[in-house]
Each structure stands twice: as structure tokens, then as C-alpha cells.
């Protein structure tokens, strides 16, 4: 069994009434520390000085050295189990090797990695392992990237002495819902699912039942695991005993392509890899950043992936009458140039909207032609997008996520208003719950309660929480204005929301009040939490209307990648145009589809949430007739006679350095100096003062996680995590599953 | 025509079916996962008593409030001995509830130690020791006697009449009057075929007999009367000075 740090989710049996009255939260987390910063230490590994933090596992220290260690349970971003004794090393004056993941490196000590008692205590060690180790291998979807596999290889012996006739430990599978499959016969007990579900993912369901060789992993009950971070545990398992289900015998993994890219399911830019064969995306795994995802992705990046295979726009498509028919490229963009002139659109009424998976290139060259048709009408695919954002976009610091996602962990207050970051950014919240666990951090929420899988004071539901929380009417208040390094993350949705000005009004004066702590040279602690994948890039380029160009009736609409558009917004009688990658809702709307290229179709530019400018890299082939986005608008620009001025990638990029230089510096940060953050913070408050309040409670932005944009909406895959996780269907222990509000606090 | 040409059907024999190798599996004796059944699902009701309650209080009083959690294994006994000698997914539950830690942390403790029973056992609980002390001493003649006294059922069985049921367990820690076993909390030590019986026999009669050694011996003393230490240990201060008397 593990002891982990722990706070349950109130296991709302409604059967077990009359409990003792639970005490208020904050007195559960038990281990809470600051982790000093310790000097280094030096000792010899395999003849070989190096020097590392005092407090280092001894594993690190041979790290450190450049040897290997084989290892199953240790994982560097996982609580130390040291329970597969894989590691072993011999240590001097130690009688008997020792696992070095479960030892502190101590100064002066002397380790060989490499010596013919570790050889052997490894082979020892393997063969247990493999005595209740199933040999299917060959049937096996982990096989090729097997650790166990490999490590057997590596440090098992040549042959067997397992002769027993008693047969191998057999565990029955469990279900733990559509993503991932279980073998639990393979399962070697590193426990490295269980402390991933408990610790980062949230899920305290998991965990071991039964002893010694009895042993399994599972939820004892019949639960699957319902987490937006659960495919990573696929990742984490060493053998095949969690595997994919939906990759499931589909491709080895020699078989694939692998190429580094980035995420677009949400505006955190996670790291990704896209594994593909031939023209198919495979399967997209994590890809480390310790500055953006660390190891982990949520399970849309992972598994939505399927939806690029189906419901794709592959030709160019013209509507006559109420259907489609397939065209040239030539006749598409022909008969948009008739449409734009036969619609008559002067000016302002032609208009651009930007949607949620719009790469940055694409968005430039479509601002730079509708600028040049002589318009300002940039509109943005939300809710209230049709009009400047409240928070503008002359400043940066007005619209990112200023804290950066690893300094999240550096907060000792956290404030949200208006956001769930478990589906608004997954990742970035099991940061907030590795530092709540770890620390000391309290956490409060304003907007819709929901289960955040950490712990938080809730102030309430409106605008007007937000104002007694700036007076410093709670508990949580006062706490937040002694903290050292408060931070506030305001949700997308606020701006969306009716008293979104207002909000922004409150926050940026509070801000400004408090700017000792709350914007110094080293924190910036006002941070909006975009949702959206091409968002921040948007607002980076400006990429808004003007006062009056939102007044303006639109005659010509250009839909580029947008499908959350209210089709009752879009004049009967405008022409529209769908550039995109999937029939989706926009298309729906067109008069004229183009077919676009999906994120890992194209090698593009996005930008997360921080301001971070990540390429992504394209994996496989646009298909069909579908061509690069920004290429398609270039084509275009031509026949409406508005060439645009580059005929190549690099300068559309030198175009967008002359934009803003930071949507070309990839893979770093700019952090906003002071100066600027506050005058940024000035302009907020002058520009939304005398926001009036209308009091209508913020509802969170995502009612389904596994559904947000026409890739997961066209993923099988997404469909079934639906089917179990949101609706509840076919899966799922009926009495203790916990109500939608079951809020921790 | 071409019928006639064909050889006739002989009845032939299945051809040799090469099954795809398999090892055994080895089972468990005891399940490590849950099933709903009519007698142990969550639905159904648990919660302490109010005495019960009051000593649960009383327990987790012993632990500072953020380390609750660690009353979850004599809560766990609590309720076990509250409901009938066995753990029901419903007093986890309500455990788990109670010391508001997740369910599953609760499952892993009931699931760990064995002395949880999981399933629903006779009104007497009779656990033979079968360790090798206990074992070299006769033990497993006491699991026949056991066994054949409630009409051949086997360790792990319950009596019809739901009156018995028995199990091996392992060391008791009572060697030194082995072979032994317990029955609810109490040690029957010394046992001989003939003793057990005696033993079983009061306790279907609803009565309860002495605990301890069945021999007539006193504790662990050596049956055959003292050889050393046998005479009177002598009290404090006998050979002092006057002073310290
Ligand atoms: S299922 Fe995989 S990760 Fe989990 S304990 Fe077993 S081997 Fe480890
Ligand atoms: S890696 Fe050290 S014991 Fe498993
Ligand atoms: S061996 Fe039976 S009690 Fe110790």
C-alpha cells in the first residue's frame, strides 16, 4: 500500500449519513514543506566524481555520471517507491547491494554500477520479475517499447530455471474505461499508475489490493478511471499491462515515424510527438518540457487523434442549391472572388473570423488581405468576439498567462475567477496539485464549482464575488494579501461573460493596489488562462475589431477554422467561406469550402497561453486537394486582386517578426517588465470603468472536456470518453459516483 | 457418378488438436477485488452504533486531527466486530467516510491484512494454526478433527447450520502451546484430538469454555512440574538492610 499525502474526494455515498462533521479541508494536508535548498555533495560512481544536490536519490547521482541504472518504479516526477529492486548497485562497506532510487547519495560514498555482484543481483532480480511474467510478447502492445523487454535483454539471464509446473500468477483485467486496456497479468507492481493517479492525476481510486504475490492494481470496486490525464499512465507503465486501447495492435512501434510537434487541443502548447505510418497519424505521445507540460498530456491531445481521419474536407466544395459540389481549386477560389464581388461588400463588411485551431501564418496573411480589401473587421470565434476584448491587445501582459505554467508552483495563493484549469488547461492543473500537495498553497474559486482535484475556499459565483474578494471581505481575501506570492488566473471565459469588464475592472485595480506583491521584477501574479490554441496568437497580432467595424453588418464572411460561430450571427444574405479542416459546423455555413491542413498536417507557428511561440511540425501529408492554410489565403489574395507580399513560409515569418518579434522567437519567453505590466494594468482599468454589472453567475467555459473543437468532435475515440466520462453510460460504479458540484471544498 | 469414385467415409478419428500452450494460472484463495452480491453491495446500510460510535471518537482521539487516518485499521476491527465478524464493502465505505480518506485507501488496508474477512463467516470463527511449531506438534490433526467433527467440510467452509467457520492460519504466536487455535478471540491451546472436540462441542451448545491450555497446564509452564526456579521467587527488598526493608 502506498501512504500518500492525500485529500479525498467526499465519497458521496448518500448512504452513510450521520458521519462525524468533517472538519474543514485545509486541516488534511498533512506533509507540508518548503523544500530548503541544500548544498552539494560529492562521491565517486564507478571510479568516476560527480557532484550533485545533498537529497539526491542515489539513482540521480549515477545519472549524474553517465551510467545507467536499470530501474521500473523509479520515475523522476513520481513519489520513490523502491519497490522492483531493479535498481541495485553496490556501494562500498555496504554488505548487500542496495536500490538506489530508495537511497540518498551520500558524500564521499563510493558506487559501482557495474560490477559483477550488480550483474548478478540484476539478473536475480529479472528472473523473479519474469517467474510471474506472462511470455506473450509477440501479442503484446507494448513489445518493441517494453522496458521489461529490453531491460531482460540488457541484464536478464540467458536462460531459464523457471520449471515450476504451478503455473503463473493470473489477475483478472480490469476496465478502466475507453482509453486505456488493461493485461494486469503483465503487471510487475512498480506501482507507477498508482502514484501517478494519486499524486498528479487526481484519482485516488486507484491504488493496490490484496499482498505479496497476491497483489494487483485496481480500484477493488468496479470504477473506470475517470481522468483527463489518464492516458499518461500508459506512458508510465513499464510493461504491457496498461496499454492503449484505442492504438491497440494497430502499429509497432519500429513501424513509426516519429516527429516532434505541439499541441492545439488547448492553449497550453503541450509537447507532443506524432508517431505516424505512411499518410495516418498513429498515435501522439508526450514529449518532455519541463517549462510547459513536464511529462504529461491530457488525454484529448493523446487520443483525439482519430478525428483527423474522419469527417475531413479533402476538396475544394461549392454550394449549389443546398448542396455541395466538389471543385477546383481554381473554380473555388474563382467563385470567391465572384461572391465577394457580387455580395458587394465594401470595407468594413467584409469580415474574417479567426476559430479556435487557426494557426498563427494563417491568421497574419488572412489579417494582412482583409486589411487590405480595406477592412477591420477581425473577428474572433467566441462568444462576444465580434467586438475588442475588454481586456484590449496593445499590452501583452493584459491577456497572458504572465506567471509562466512553472512558476504556478511557485504561488502560495491562488485565485481563479471564472475557470476550471482541470479542462481548461489539464496539465497546468496538476501543477496546481502537485504544489497544493506539496506545499502549503491555498487555492480559492469564483465562478461554477466544480471538482478541481485539490482543494479551494469558495467565494462565489459572480461579479459580485469578485468585488467582496477585492474589498477583502473572506477569510481567503486577507489570506491572499498577506501571501508572498499571490496569483490570480482569470479565465477565457470571464471575457466572454457579460461582466467580464467589470471583473477585469476589479482585478486590474486590485492588482495595481497590491503590485508589491503582485507584480514585482520577479512575479507577475495576473495571469489570464486562454483556452483556445490560436488565441493568444490573435490578440498577439491584433487580430481584432475596430469600434466600428463591430458595428458593421457583415455581407462577405471568411470562416477560417471557425465552427463555434452562432449560425444565427452570420446575415442570411453574406456570402461565407470556409476554410478548414473538417466538415464541421463552419462548413455547414459556407458557401465556398476550402479544404485546410490540421495541425499535424503543416509545420505552423502557435502560440500558448504564456506567450510562447512553439513550431509545430507537420507529420503526415495534407489530404486530399487540402493544402497549407496561409498558402490557400496567398492563392486567394490574388484573385481579389490583393496579392499579398511573400511567396514563401520564411517571409510570411519575417512579415510576422515585423508584426511582433516575439510570435518568431521560438521556444522562449518575454516576460513583460514592470513598467509596462502596470501601464498595461492603468489602460484596463481607464478602459473598462463604469462597467455596469448585470450579476449573472460564470458557468465554466467546457461542459465536455472530450469534445471542444471539430477534431475531438469528430474522434470516435473522444465520442466513447463522452459516452463513459460525461454522460456516465455503460461505465461507471452508480452509487459512488460523485455529483458534477461535488466540490472539494 | 463421381460419388461412387470417392473413397467411402470412414469414421476417422478427431486429428490431434495442438492447443496453444499455456501455463497454469495460479489462484489466489481469496478475491482481491469487489462483486456486488445481494449480501455485500454498497446500498446497504452501515453505520456504527452509538456506543460504537462513541469508542470510534474515542480511538480517533488518539491520533493528532490530520493524521485521522491512521484509526482506519481498529475502526475497520470496530466495525467488523459490528457487523457479524466481517468487513462488508459497506463499513469501508463507512469508514473511509468517517476518517475522510478516499474509499480507496480503506480497501487497501481491508484487502492487506488477512484477519479482515471480506466475506460473511459462521457465528464462531475457528482458526487453526498451522505453522510449523503448531504443524510439528499435531496441528494438522487438529484441522482433521476440525474438519471431520462439522461432517468434512474444508478449512475455509462455513457449517451448514452457520454456526462454524474454519480456516488455516498461520503462527498465532501461542507456540509455546502449540498446536493451538482460536476461536472468536479467544486461544484453545494444547489441543488434542479429544480436547478440540470437547472445545467445539460447548461452543455449538452456545456455551463458552475456559480459555487458555486444554491440558491442564498452567499457561506455558513445563508439564512435568518445575525443574528450575521452583522455589518462591524471593520479594522485593528481602535481603536488604533494615533501612531499605
Ligand atoms: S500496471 Fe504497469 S504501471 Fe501499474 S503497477 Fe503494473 S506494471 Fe506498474
Ligand atoms: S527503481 Fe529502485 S527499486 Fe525500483
Ligand atoms: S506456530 Fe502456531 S501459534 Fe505459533
Not at chain 1, 464575488?465 to 477585492?470: I, K, L, P, S, W
Not at chain 2, 490530520?66 to 476491527?77: E, S, T
Request: aromatic letters at 8%.
Amino acid at each position: 500500500m502506498l501512504r500518500l499525502v492525500s485529500a479525498s474526494k467526499p465519497a458521496s455515498a448518500a448512504l452513510l449519513i450521520k458521519v462525524a462533521p468533517s472538519t474543514s479541508l485545509a486541516g488534511r494536508r498533512t506533509f507540508a514543506s518548503t523544500s530548503a535548498r541544500q548544498a552539494d555533495i560529492t562521491l565517486t560512481v564507478d571510479g568516476k566524481e560527480v557532484t550533485v544536490p545533498q537529497g539526491s536519490a542515489l539513482i540521480q547521482a549515477c545519472e549524474a555520471a553517465g551510467s545507467t541504472v536499470p530501474r521500473f518504479c523509479y520515475h523522476d516526477r513520481l513519489a520513490i517507491a523502491g519497490n522492483c529492486r531493479m535498481c541495485l548497485v553496490e556501494v562500498e562497506r555496504s554488505p548487500k547491494p542496495v536500490a538506489s532510487c530508495a537511497m540518498p547519495a551520500m558524500p564521499g560514498a563510493k558506487v559501482w554500477t557495474n560490477s559483477p555482484l550488480v550483474h548478478e543481483a540484476r539478473e536475480g532480480v529479472m528472473e523473479f520479475l519474469l517467474a510471474n511474467h506472462p511470455l506473450d510478447c509477440p501479442i503484446c502492445d507494448q513489445g518493441g517499447e517494453c522496458d521489461l523487454q529490453d531491460q531482460s535483454m540488457r541484464y536478464g539471464a540467458d536462460r531459464t530455471r523457471f520449471h515450476e509446473i504451478t503455473g503463473k500468477r493470473a489477475v483478472e483485467d480490469k476496465d478502466l474505461g475507453p482509453l486505456v486496456k488493461t493485461s494486469m497479468n503483465r503487471c510487475i507492481q512498480c506501482t507507477r499508475c498508482v502514484r501517478f493517479a494519486n499524486e498528479v492525476a487526481g484519482v485516488e481510486e486507484l491504488g493496490t489490493t490484496g499482498r505479496g504475490n497476491d497483489m494487483q492494481i485496481g480500484m477493488y470496486v468496479e470504477k473506470t478511471m475517470n481522468s483527463e490525464l489518464s492516458g499518461n499512465v500508459v506512458d508510465l507503465c513499464p510493461v504491457g499491462a496498461l496499454t492503449s486501447k484505442p492504438y491497440a495492435f494497430h502499429a509497432r512501434p519500429w513501424e513509426l515515424k516519429h516527429t516532434d510537434s505541439v499541441d492545439v487541443m488547448d492553449a497550453v502548447g503541450s509537447n507532443i510527438r506524432v508517431d505516424s505510418r505512411g499518410v495516418s497519424v498513429m498515435r501522439v505521445q508526450p514529449r518532455p518540457n519541463d517549462d510547459v507540460n513536464e511529462e504529461w498530456i491530457s488525454d484529448k491531445t493523446r487520443y483525439a487523434y482519430d478525428g483527423l481521419r474522419f469527417q475531413r474536407l479533402t476538396v475544394p466544395l461549392i454550394k449549389q442549391g443546398d448542396r455541395f459540389v466538389s471543385a477546383s481549386w481554381e473554380d473555388a477560389l474563382a467563385a470567391i472572388a465572384d461572391g465577394l464581388r457580387a455580395s458587394g461588400a465594401q470595407g468594413d463588411e467584409i469580415q474574417a473570423v479567426a476559430g479556435h485551431l487557426a494557426d498563427t501564418e494563417s491568421m497574419v496573411a488572412l489579417k494582412d488581405l482583409i486589411n487590405r480589401l480595406g477592412s477591420d473587421n477581425l473577428t474572433l470565434d467566441s462568444v462576444g468576439g465580434h467586438a475588442a476584448p475588454v481586456h484590449a491587445v496593445d499590452v501583452r501582459s493584459n491577456y497572458l498567462f504572465n506567471a509562466t505554467l512553472p512558476g504556478v508552483e511557485q504561488a502560495d495563493c491562488i485565485l481563479l475567477v471564472g475557470t476550471n484549469p482541470r479542462h481548461e488547461a489539464a496539465v497546468l492543473n496538476s501543477r496546481i496539485r502537485k504544489s497544493w500537495m506539496h506545499t502549503t498553497l491555498e487555492v480559492g474559486l469564483i465562478g461554477e464549482r466544480v471538482d478541481t482535484t485539490y482543494g479551494y475556499d469558495y467565494l462565489g459565483a459572480d461579479a459580485k464575488a469578485v468585488a467582496d474578494f477585492v474589498a477583502g471581505k473572506s477569510e481567503f481575501a486577507k489570506k491572499f494579501k498577506s501571501a508572498k506570492k499571490p496569483l490570480i488566473i482569470v479565465g477565457s471565459a470571464v471575457t466572454e461573460h457579460a461582466d467580464g469588464a467589470a471583473v477585469y475592472n476589479a482585478l486590474a485595480k486590485y492588482v495595481e493596489q497590491n503590485k508589491s506583491q503582485l507584480v514585482t521584477p520577479e512575479w507577475n501574479g495576473f495571469a489570464v488562462l486562454q483556452r483556445v490554441a490560436s488565441r493568444p496568437a490573435a490578440y498577439e497580432m491584433g487580430f481584432v475589431p475596430s469600434r466600428k467595424a463591430s458595428q458593421t453588418k457583415p455581407k462577405f464572411i471568411y470562416l477560417l477554422n471557425a465552427d463555434e460561430a452562432d449560425p444565427k450571427s452570420i446575415p442570411r444574405d453574406a456570402f461565407v467561406v470556409y476554410q478548414g479542416h473538417h466538415g464541421d459546423l463552419g462548413a455547414q455555413l459556407a458557401d465556398v469550402c476550402l479544404p485546410g491542413a490540421a495541425y499535424t498536417e503543416k509545420g505552423m507557428t502557435w502560440v500558448n497561453t504564456e506567450g510562447r511561440a512553439q513550431m509545430g511540425r507537420a507529420a503526415v501529408p495534407p489530404p486530399g486537394a487540402s493544402r497549407e492554410d496561409w498558402k490557400i489565403i496567398r492563392a486567394l489574395s490574388e484573385l481579389v486582386d490583393a496579392p499579398l507580399p511573400y511567396d514563401d513560409v520564411l517571409s510570411l515569418r519575417d512579415r510576422m517578426w515585423e508584426i511582433s518579434p516575439t510570435l518568431v522567437r521560438y521556444d522562449t519567453l518575454e516576460s513583460t517588465s514592470v513598467e509596462a505590466a502596470l501601464a498595461g494594468l492603468k489602460t484596463l482599468a481607464a478602459g473598462t470603468a463604469n462597467a455596469k454589472v448585470s450579476g449573472a453567475p460564470f458557468v465554466k467555459p467546457i461542459s465536455n472536456f472530450y469534445q471542444t473543437d471539430p477534431i475531438s468532435r469528430a474522434s470516435v475515440t473522444m465520442a466513447h470518453c463522452t459516452r463513459a466520462f460525461v454522460k456516465g453510460e455503460n461505465y461507471g460504479f452508480s452509487e459512488l459516483s460523485s455529483k458534477p458540484e461535488a466540490a472539494y471544498a | 457418378m463421381l460419388a461412387a469414385r470417392l473413397p467411402k467415409r470412414v469414421p476417422r478419428l478427431p486429428p490431434p488438436v495442438r492447443r496453444i500452450h499455456s501455463s497454469p494460472c495460479r489462484r489466489s484463495d481469496a478475491l482481491f477485488v469487489h462483486r456486488d452480491t445481494t449480501y455485500n453491495n454498497p446500498k446497504i446500510p452501515f453505520e456504527f452504533t452509538s456506543e460504537n460510535m462513541k469508542r470510534a471518537q474515542e480511538i480517533i482521539s488518539h491520533y493528532p486531527p490530520q493524521y485521522k487516518k491512521a484509526a482506519v485499521i481498529p475502526l475497520l476491527d470496530l466495525g467488523q466486530r459490528q457487523n457479524k465478524g466481517w468487513t462488508s464493502i459497506s463499513v469501508m465505505n463507512y469508514v473511509a467516510k468517517l476518517l475522510e480518506m478516499p474509499p480507496m485507501r480503506v480497501y487497501e488496508v481491508a484487502t492487506f491484512y488477512t484477519m479482515f474477512n471480506r466475506e460473511p463467516i459462521g457465528e464462531n470463527f475457528v482458526q487453526i494454526c498451522t505453522t510449523t511449531p503448531c504443524m510439528l506438534r499435531g496441528a494438522y490433526d487438529i484441522v482433521d478433527t476440525v474438519c471431520n467433527h462439522f461432517g468434512g467440510i474444508k478449512p475455509g467452509d462455513t457449517t451448514k447450520d452457520g454456526k462454524f467457520t474454519v480456516i488455516e492460519v498461520e503462527c498465532q504466536g501461542a507456540c509455546s502451546n502449540a498446536p493451538m487455535m482460536a476461536v472468536n478471540d479467544d486461544f484453545y491451546e494444547d489441543l488434542t484430538a479429544e480436547t478440540t472436540k470437547k472445545v467445539l462441542e460447548a461452543f455449538a451448545k452456545g456455551q463458552k469454555p475456559k480459555p487458555g491450555p486444554q491440558s491442564g497446564r498452567h499457561t506455558s509452564e513445563n508439564s512435568a512440574g518445575l525443574t528450575a526456579l521452583a522455589s518462591k521467587p524471593y520479594g522485593p527488598g528481602e535481603f536488604c538492610t533494615p533501612e531499605f526493608q
